[in-house]
């Protein structure tokens, strides 16, 4: 039975509630949360191509998303009692429904996009919200952070077709948290860093996206908007650094809003400036 932290409001005192979490559509996801980290704000990093209509340290992404993916052909699976790692697929299959064209602008790295700093994590979705809306962006949805990862040819991985623990923080051996002292204040930060497996922004080069975005898999889940709205806005994305499937499909829909935990962060996007009409 999996079990997560709830934030809960008491005589106006936030306090830790233990309550069951909910059931992921498809990418396997992990415990919960603790304390909150302040909202810093991020340096520039690297510039966006000129023209590009994206701020500094952000990505233009533009292309087609394909909304219903046959699924990817599986040809030859990481371990032979487990189908939940694939080793390596085949191309993926035209998309089944019209594709929607998109454009937009990403951060290059995880929050705070800060190339060599480790992802923020112990986020809720709506403080993840927030610190992207603070800076004059926003989160991505569930299909612009997929667009970006798989690019237009749907990859699974965002460096190909074949899984790499080399290329991503992934495949990583899960240490067991220990929930009495996630709830303690004098403890929970060592707790933490005791399980902490993550790695600082673009320290592996091969783990970008056709589009050019870094760690899009691995390293820690990303909190994205599910415009389904069911069950809740909130989803994550790409997985973290232990075994799961690290995907740039898979979304894990069954956290409520309020939901944390060490290995969660997130990115910003942002909508792109408007296209110059060109003079007749």
């Known amino acids: ?8 409001v008491f005589g106006g005192s936030a306090l830790l509630a233990l309550s069951h979490a909910g059931v992921a559509r498809s990418e396997a996801d992990s415990p919960v949360t603790l304390a909150a980290i302040a909202v810093t704000s991020p ?6 191509p000129a023209g590009s209509g994206c701020g500094e ?31 390596e697929f085949a191309p993926s299959a035209p998309c089944a429904k019209p594709s929607i064209h998109k454009r937009f602008c990403m951060d290059r790295f995880e929050y705070p996009n800060r190339e060599h700093e480790d992802p923020i994590v ?5 403080e993840a919200r927030d610190a992207c809306g603070a800076i004059g962006k926003r989160l991505c949805t569930d299909a612009e952070w997929t667009l970006a990862c798989e690019g237009p040819e749907h990859l699974p991985y965002p460096y190909g077709l074949s899984r790499d ?24 930060d060592a707790e ?38 069911k069950p809740h806005r909130s989803a994550l994305k790409g997985g973290y650094w232990s ?27 942002a909508d792109t400036a408007p296209q110059a009409t060109a003079a007749r």
């Open 192 to 229: 933490v860093k005791r399980l902490w497996q993550g790695e600082p922004s673009g320290s592996r080069d091969r783990c970008k996206s056709p589009y050019g975005v870094m760690d899009m898999t691995g390293n820690v889940d990303e909190w994205v908007v599910n415009e389904t709205g």
């Open 243 to 269: 075994w799961v499937r690290g995907r740039c499909r898979p979304t894990t829909d069954g956290h409520e809003e309020d939901f944390r935990y060490y290995q969660i962060g997130f990115r910003c996007c």
């Open 1 to 8: 039975m999996r079990f997560a932290w709830r934030r809960v």
């Open 165 to 188: 623990a080399t290329a991503c923080n992934i495949d990583k051996f899960p240490l067991n948290p220990k929930p009495e002292l996630l709830r303690r204040h004098d403890t929970r």
């Open 57 to 87: 340290g952000m990505i233009e992404v533009e292309g087609d998303y394909c909304p219903a993916l046959p699924e990817q052909k599986c040809l030859r699976w990481a371990s032979a009692t487990t189908k939940g790692r694939c080793a």
């Open 43 to 48: 340096a520039s990093v690297v510039a966006a």
């Open 122 to 126: 112990m986020k809720d979705w709506y």
